[in-house]
């Protein structure tokens, strides 16, 4: 199978693959066609306990799988206030099937008293939540917002939101498999290893290994060559961030430009689709 293939049905069946008897010869479209419409009902039973795809927990998982994981967003969007959310997310993650991602943002302020930019006043640092499976996600952001109409065997809308919307989430599956991709790289020796996010801007990866390295990573799963201008932004956002960086990891679906294969800067690490290899 080829690697970008493997990625993109690791996207929709990631962590229920020993559940199913997949025809890995037919195209991506016509699997998902078999799975999520001919046999709906057979997967809906992989949804564990069966009480999820009820609500409130319904909505919350939709809201995860359809936002940016932070916590204000998803309360909102799953219209469930605060006490309650956090109460129904830890039930979910001793279920397994999500996790919390803290947030590694400096407080704004220096001191209790200091007054903050009016723009900043409403702003608030969070963790994020995702799921743990690939499955999970693509069921709650792909299939169940469509459940009534795919247990009637009706698919035009479900097909019309995956046409759409499935390269994001090819490319939040990439993201994660590069972080794995650059722990591997490092012999398993990153401390940290995730997203960053803070009031400026938003970052694929920030990792720090044993002896204090700081690594600042950005992923495209795009059918385009990343150029040099890719590696200009991610510095420039780092500087406006205020992140000390030792090494820049780029990791690019379709490779890189001439200019960026031939650069002879020690601090700057590709990574190609092949080198996904070593996570096989």
Not at 94 to 114: D, V
Not at 128 to 136: M, Q, Y
Request: aromatic content about 14%.
């Amino acid at each position: 199978m080829e690697l970008e293939q493997a990625i993109e049905l690791f996207s929709v069946f990631g962590g229920v693959e020993e559940s199913l008897e997949l025809d890995f010869f037919d195209d991506v479209e016509s699997i998902i066609r078999f799975n999520f419409v001919e046999q709906y009902k057979i997967l809906n039973e992989l949804i564990s306990p069966s009480y999820l795809i009820e609500a409130p927990y319904r909505f919350l998982l939709i809201a995860i799988a359809r936002g940016d994981g932070r916590l204000s967003n998803i309360f909102r969007k799953a219209r469930v206030g605060e006490s309650l959310g956090l109460s129904l997310l830890d039930e979910l993650k001793e279920f397994g099937m999500i996790e919390f991602e803290a947030s590694r943002e400096a407080p704004l302020k220096k001191y209790p008293n200091q007054k903050l930019e009016k723009s900043l006043r409403s702003y608030k640092i969070e963790a994020k939540i995702r799921f743990k499976n690939p499955f999970h996600r693509f069921w709650f952001g792909f299939v169940e917002p469509y459940h009534k109409e795919l247990v009637s065997g009706k698919s035009r809308r479900f097909f019309e939101n995956f046409e759409q919307h499935f390269s994001r989430l090819h490319s939040f599956v990439f993201e994660q498999l590069s972080q794995e991709l650059l722990n591997v790289h490092y012999n398993n020796q990153l401390i940290i290893n995730g997203n960053y996010w803070d009031v400026h801007s938003e970052f694929d990866i920030w990792a720090k290994d044993k002896k204090g390295t700081s690594i600042l990573g950005e992923c495209k799963y795009t059918n385009r060559h990343v150029c040099k201008s890719e590696l200009s932004k991610l510095r420039q956002k780092a500087e406006k961030s205020g992140l000390k960086v030792d090494i820049f990891a780029l990791f690019s679906k379709n490779g890189f430009s001439n200019e960026l294969k031939n650069s002879k800067d020690k601090n700057l690490l590709l990574f190609e689709l092949e080198d996904f290899r070593r996570l096989l």
